[in-house]
C-alpha cells in the first residue's frame, strides 16, 4: 500500500505546535507568560469532496505571584505567596468544525484546541 501522510489533517497532529514561555521576576513579585500556537489544518472527513480548511489557534496564559515573605511581612503573612492565574487570557474560541459533517454537536476539533474560554483563579500558599 502507498504511504499516506495524515499530518496536518484533522484528527491528527499537525504540522506545527508550539507553545513559548517568558518570565521575569523583581524582588517579590513574578510573573510569566505564554503564548500557545497550533498550526492550521485541514477538515478531509469522509463525505466531503474538497477539504475544508481549519485555522490556526493562539492562546496565552498569564500568572503572576506575590511573595510577602519578601517584603519583610512577618507573622501570620510571613512565608506566604499570593497567585493570579489567567489561562487563555484573551477568550480565544477554537476553531469552528461543521458539525453536520460528523453528525455531532462538538463544533471544535479536541485533538487540536479546547472549548473552554478564559478562566481565573487565585491562589494563596502558606509555608509552615
Do not use: C
Amino acid at each position: 500500500d502507498p504511504t499516506i501522510d495524515v499530518v496536518g489533517t484533522i484528527n491528527n497532529p499537525v504540522n506545527l505546535r508550539m507553545n513559548g514561555t517568558v518570565a521575569w521576576t523583581y524582588k517579590a513579585l513574578s510573573t510569566n507568560v505564554t503564548v500557545n500556537y497550533v498550526d492550521n489544518y485541514v477538515d478531509n472527513r469522509t463525505g466531503t469532496p474538497v477539504p475544508v480548511p481549519v485555522g490556526s489557534w493562539t492562546t496565552v496564559n498569564l500568572y503572576v505571584a506575590y511573595d510577602l515573605g519578601r517584603t519583610g511581612h512577618s507573622g501570620l503573612l510571613k512565608n506566604t505567596v499570593l497567585s493570579l492565574s489567567v489561562r487563555n487570557l484573551f477568550n480565544q474560541d477554537p476553531p469552528f468544525l461543521d458539525p453536520l459533517r460528523t453528525n455531532t454537536n462538538i463544533f471544535y476539533d479536541p485533538s487540536a484546541a479546547s472549548p473552554v474560554g478564559r478562566t481565573l483563579a487565585f491562589q494563596i500558599t502558606k509555608q509552615w
